[in-house]
């Protein structure tokens, strides 16, 4: 591949990577909550912390899926794998656009109100500071991250059959997908604590919902391009 092909690659993996991170982002869950909580008194810097636990959550899931790759996969099987995979992004997808209406109604600062995190605790006594050397709301993105059902579902299912795509491609195409996904999440997650921390909205109501729509078209749309490309390559 020239020097082009290559640039043009990565760029597409790093792009990838932003918009399944922004997709998932943008859904009210746990890590939001844990976010919004946590920014009422640690302010913006809640942001990078919660995304510090997160990612470290999501680079073992990385880690034990590549090497679950190189060591028992085969081409074929990956491939196998990333037309399931593909399925789970158009059904994660859909799912998404049905719910749009729903996810940008949700009264998140209710539902965060129940976080306290100042002190290195969730009021639902999960975690505790005794969780050091984490702070408090590194804490959180790691407990939010591995307990939540919805992310371990997608990493075992279509999170993987991207990864497992991008590892056919090579070691800095599945690099680059990882850095779009990160920066998404910490983007993101610094948008919610600076904005929560000053009282106001991340983005609008009518705005939080087109984004929902948007991103499941993509998650859908990408969902399908998997399918139809690793068919190509079993025929």
């Known amino acids: 591949m020239s020097r082009g092909g290559i640039i043009i690659e990565l760029t597409k ?18 890590m939001m909550f ?11 810097r809640a942001g990078p912390s919660v995304f510090i636990g997160h990612a470290l959550v999501e680079l073992a899931f990385f880690v034990l899926i590549l090497i679950g790759a190189s060591s028992f996969l085969g081409k074929s099987v990956i491939s196998y794998l990333a037309i399931i995979g593909g399925l789970m992004m ?3 997808g859909l799912v998404m656009i049905k719910k749009a209406k729903e996810a ?33 709301t ?20 279509a999170g993987s059959a991207i990864l497992l795509q991008e590892y056919l491609t090579g070691i800095f195409a599945v690099t680059a997908f990882i850095i779009g996904h990160w920066i998404a999440d910490l983007g993101f997650l610094v ?16 705005t939080h919902e087109k984004l929902v729509y948007l991103c499941g078209g993509f998650m859908a749309f ?14």
């Open 191 to 206: 948008a919610v604590s600076s904005s929560f921390s000053r009282g106001t909205e991340v983005i609008s109501q009518p």
């Open 13 to 30: 993996d790093l792009i990838l990577g932003f918009t399944v991170g922004i997709s998932a982002a943008i859904i009210p869950g746990p």
């Open 104 to 136: 940008s109604t949700m009264d998140i600062s209710i539902s965060a109100s129940s976080l306290n995190l100042s002190s290195g605790t969730v009021s639902s006594g999960i975690m505790t500071s005794s969780l050091n050397p984490f702070s408090g």
């Open 34 to 44: 844990a976010t919004i909580g946590a920014s009422f008194h640690k302010g913006w």
């Open 90 to 92: 158009v059904i994660f």
């Open 138 to 157: 590194v804490s959180a993105g790691i407990i939010t991250s591995a307990l939540n059902p919805f992310f371990v579902a997608w990493w075992l299912t």
């Open 222 to 235: 990408f969902g399908l391009w998997f399918m139809i490309n690793n068919n190509n390559i079993l025929q």
